[in-house]
């Protein structure tokens, strides 16, 4: 059996990083949806880094929960019949220990710089120049991820969709389904003959989709799937 899994935001949330749809998610009476934004960065590149840099702080002390292992005892089972799709940059997957894995909205953890096109890690939680530069040239970087308004890097959404359409179970963690083309990838699944899971404590948009919905958290909800194959 050929298993892709999709994860969202309701993942880590369980680790404590706070989601862009938290209740109460202003930063500086501002929303992160407004600063996650190629627009902000241009106007306001230090106040968006300042954010950014106090995102990873958050990040860093966080340790990947009870989902996050799961899906790496998932992969370890299936070998190369599992394959995982996160929307999350925020780097836990691969500190649990998952390998087969491809980041759609990039790695909070990677840098780009917008001068000379260098890109590397930068584990950073605090700069003594803002915005920071690059080590390479001294030009100007940014976070290695997708802002709202941009694309998805074409090679990791060609991985997902390939294994959104050649998957027999397809499972949603953690997310709304609210944000595309991620939120396609179970509609791509389902139309090619995939079981479609969702695991959420909540119904949302992916729910009148699913096969089957565990209601509950990714921390409990993985436990079931593993029982279940």
């Known amino acids: 059996m050929r298993v892709a899994v999709l994860t969202g935001a309701g993942i880590s949330a369980e680790s404590g990083i706070p989601t862009f749809r938290d209740e109460g998610g202003l930063w500086k009476n501002l929303d992160p949806k407004v600063l996650a934004t190629p627009t902000a960065f241009e106007r306001n590149p230090a106040l968006v880094w300042e954010w950014y840099l106090q995102r990873r702080s958050i990040i860093a002390k966080a340790k990947p929960n009870a989902g996050h ?82 694309p998805l890097p074409a090679d990791a959404l060609e991985t997902a969709y390939r294994w959104a359409q050649n998957c027999d179970l397809f499972v949603c963690i953690g997310t709304s389904g609210e944000v595309y083309p991620a939120a396609h990838l179970p509609y791509v699944a389902k139309e090619a003959g995939a079981q479609v899971v969702e695991i959420n404590p909540k119904e949302t948009k992916l729910s009148p989709l699913a096969d089957l919905c565990i209601r509950e958290p990714a921390t409990k909800g993985v436990q079931e799937l593993l029982k279940m194959i």
């Open 69 to 150: 292992l799961g899906l790496v005892e998932l992969e370890q089972e299936l070998g190369e019949n599992f394959f995982l799709i996160t929307q999350n940059v925020d780097g836990l997957h691969q500190r649990a220990g998952s390998r087969r894995l491809v980041e759609l909205h990039g790695n909070i953890w990677k840098v780009k710089c917008l001068s000379c096109d260098a890109s590397y890690e930068d584990y950073s939680t605090e700069s003594a120049q803002l915005p920071p530069r690059c080590r390479e040239c001294g030009g100007l970087i940014r976070p290695a991820v997708v802002w709202f308004g941009e």
